[in-house]
């Protein structure tokens, strides 16, 4: 088949998980604007053959391949081959690998000037100033895909930075918005994947129930739209239908509203901005009202504060908060910790933290080690010396 104009070319890294297979269904629908040129997983071989097959996709290649799967023929191992298909000549590389395990190929993409739109909030926490810096020196642009962020990205729009005054983030609450706070120590991690309004991987499952994923978030705004924690704010909208909002200094405020469905900023940011037609189901307000906004309870969530003070910290402080975050929500659903000791954990960790700068990689990865062993030894042993 032949089509009338340019297509897109989409690097996809972690295309077998949820936001890499509504990525794939994006491109599925829209083949006049998207080809996938590049794909990128961890360990699940059949997966990604299924993609490649499906898509004709050139360059593909698996981070951490199970030993007893055979990849497809063609499809190369390592990070370093990740890395090199992140750094292909496309239009857009989309990351939607989980956690700090995105660094290294989101760097290679940022690096050859490709755009990228990104799902995974946890390398701006990580090392947002390091990526600005490599993106400004690269002329590489960064497209948020997350919901809340692509909802305020919306909202700002044609708008002049000088006249926000503050961005609120919205989250659900998540599974435990209302359940005894005293019941908190018992929470398995079968409740906690029981998220009310999304359906997602497992680690942002967790995070949701925690709210360190609106901890992360809080960071990965700052970094995205330059804007002071001090005017970062977060409201509890349980249905998850308003997905953010800006506050501006006249008085207006510009939110933005849609059905829960990740395919509408998937295609938003793989489009660059282009609204394509009927991605995400239709909304219509009146059946959607009366929509229910709460303040957040600071006591049932303590990870929005931690999250703020290790922001305003600075440094390295939110790669440790986000290093060990990953750490305790792997403890937690291993059976190494319980649910209320992951925020404790992190807390910890940057308790015993001594400050530092996060300006190269290698300072970066240094402290995200440390935050891991912190973790570790905390849900395991003795704590390290750093
Ligand atoms: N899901 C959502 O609705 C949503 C919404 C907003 C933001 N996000 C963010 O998007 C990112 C992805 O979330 P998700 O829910 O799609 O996660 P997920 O379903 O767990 O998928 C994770 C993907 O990353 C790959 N992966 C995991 N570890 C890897 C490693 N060490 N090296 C290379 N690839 C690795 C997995 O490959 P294999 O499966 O082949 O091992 C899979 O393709 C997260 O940062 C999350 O916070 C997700």
């Known amino acids: 088949m032949t089509y009338p104009t340019p297509r897109r070319r989409v690097v996809l890294l972690g295309a077998t998980g949820s936001i890499g297979r509504q990525a794939c269904d994006v491109i599925a629908r829209f083949p006049d604007r998207f080809e996938l040129v590049g794909a990128v997983a961890g360990r699940d071989a059949a997966a990604l053959d299924a993609i490649a097959r499906r898509f004709g996709v050139a360059r593909t290649a698996l981070v951490h391949p199970d030993p007893s799967a055979v990849p497809h023929v063609g499809c190369a191992t390592g990070i370093d081959a990740a890395c090199e298909i992140a ?13 700090a395990a995105a660094i290294r190929p989101t760097l290679a993409a940022i690096d050859a000037g490709v755009t990228v739109a990104s799902a995974t909030k946890e390398v701006l926490v990580m090392a947002g100033d390091l990526v600005k810096a490599r993106a400004a020196a690269s002329g590489a642009r960064i497209i948020t895909i997350d919901s809340e962020h692509s ?5 700002l ?14 989250a659900s609450g998540g599974p ?7 019941t908190f120590a018992s ?8 998220h009310p309004t999304w359906n997602m991987g497992t680690k942002i499952t967790i995070d949701s129930a925690t709210m360190m994923n609106k901890g992360l978030e809080i960071i990965e705004a700052h970094f995205l739209f330059d804007v002071p924690y001090a005017s970062i704010d977060v409201a509890i ?8 909002w800006v506050e501006f200094r006249d008085g207006a405020v510009i939110a933005q509203l ?6 509408v900023p998937i295609a938003l940011a793989l489009a660059d901005g282009e609204r394509l037609p009927g991605v995400g189901p239709r909304l219509d307000l009146r059946d959607a009202s009366p929509l229910e906004v709460l303040a957040l309870d600071g006591n049932r969530f303590p990870a929005i504060g931690l999250a703020r003070a290790a922001g305003e910290r600075g440094g390295l402080a939110p790669c440790v908060f986000n290093a060990a975050n990953e750490e305790a929500v792997a403890a937690f659903t291993s059976g190494q910790c319980r649910f209320d000791e992951i925020v404790s954990l992190v807390g910890a960790a940057l308790g015993a933290f001594d400050d530092g700068d996060a300006s ?15 973790v570790r030894a905390n849900t395991a042993g003795a704590v390290p010396a750093r």
């Open 87 to 99: 750094a292909m000549d496309a239009d857009v590389v989309c990351v939607a690998i989980t956690g």
């Open 151 to 155: 909802a305020l990205w919306q909202c």
């Open 157 to 170: 729009r044609g708008e002049d930075p000088a006249s926000v005054s503050r961005l609120v983030l919205t």
């Open 176 to 182: 435990f918005l209302r359940r005894p706070l005293d």
């Open 187 to 194: 929470i398995t991690p079968a409740e906690a994947m029981a």
């Open 237 to 244: 909208q349980p249905t998850s239908i308003i997905h953010s």
């Open 258 to 263: 849609g059905v829960p469905d990740m395919r």
């Open 360 to 374: 190269t990689l290698e300072r970066v990865l240094d402290a995200d080690a440390w935050a891991r062993g912190f």
